[in-house]
């Protein structure tokens, strides 16, 4: 079986201490690949450090909007740069979040539509974080010809997710899916179409059900695959096979 983790952090600090321990268990498990979102310009060369350590690894370069504070209007100049020398298989994390408490929403759209650029100059995808947001991000999305990617930890509307399709795009799996009371996302969930759908565990964060005070880790893809089975009609071979598929489709792995 061969399993990929779109979308894992696993550049942050909270594996230092066992990054290779935790690789070496993700081969057992047969999670083979993994995708490692750079989010500020201060954690790039941390990224592509890590990157360059593994072959199991796969660097995206972005500046995420969460870290809003830290980013700089050079930033964009550099990412350019860093794209250009280090050849990302996507652009990312990127996106929109307007949940946040006093967001620039002005700034985060500007930041947003920058780095779309970017990834369109360079023929790459993008890996999206959308909160509160996904009308505005559709929307953008559309005035850029991309090479679709994947909506990150997507909790949006049927429709939206249509839009999203229309577009390139598949939605990461990830964590949430395992909690049996999360209801509506579970729902929506076994409703996109198998071709829609890739792994992630977004790790350390966005941990398993009841497992909120435990680091999340990569070696989580096996236990989202089974509750995704859970949830849908295909078989849990089917839903690996078909998430392997889509992942390299729309990473071009």
């Not at 600090?13 to 290779?20: G, L, M, N, S």
């Not at 990412?79 to 946040?100: K, T």
């Not at 985060?108 to 100059?121: K, R």
């Not at 941990?207 to 680091?215: A, G, I, P, T």
């Amino acid at each position: 079986m061969h399993l990929i983790d779109t979308h894992c952090h696993l550049d942050f600090t909270q594996f230092d201490h066992d990054r290779d321990r935790v690789l070496q268990h993700c081969l057992e498990l047969g999670v083979k690949d993994i995708v490692v979102p750079a989010v500020t310009a201060e954690r790039w060369p941390t990224a592509v450090s890590i990157f360059q350590s593994s072959a199991m690894l796969h660097l995206a370069l972005g500046l995420h909007p969460m870290f809003m504070q830290q980013h700089q209007a050079k930033h964009i100049d550099e990412l350019r740069n860093m794209v250009s020398i280090h050849h990302p298989i996507a652009i990312g994390e990127i996106g929109l979040d307007f949940y946040l408490n006093d967001h620039d929403k002005q700034r985060q759209i500007e930041l947003f539509t920058a780095q779309l650029t970017i990834a369109e100059e360079v023929h790459l995808p993008v890996l999206l974080h959308i909160r509160k947001a996904h009308d505005h991000a559709i929307s953008l999305l559309k005035q850029h010809t991309l090479s679709g990617g994947i909506v990150h930890a997507f909790n949006g509307s049927i429709q939206q997710a249509k839009q999203y399709q229309q577009l390139g795009f598949v939605f990461g799996i990830g964590g949430a899916i395992t909690n049996p009371n999360a209801t509506r996302l579970r729902q929506l969930i076994s409703k996109l179409p198998l071709d829609s759908l890739v792994l992630e565990t977004d790790a350390p964060d966005m941990s398993l059900f009841n497992h909120n005070e435990e680091r999340n880790s990569p070696e989580n893809i096996p236990k989202i695959l089974a509750s995704l089975a859970d949830i849908r009609s295909e078989t849990y071979q089917e839903l690996a096979m078909a998430t392997y598929n889509n992942s390299r489709r729309v990473l071009k792995l």
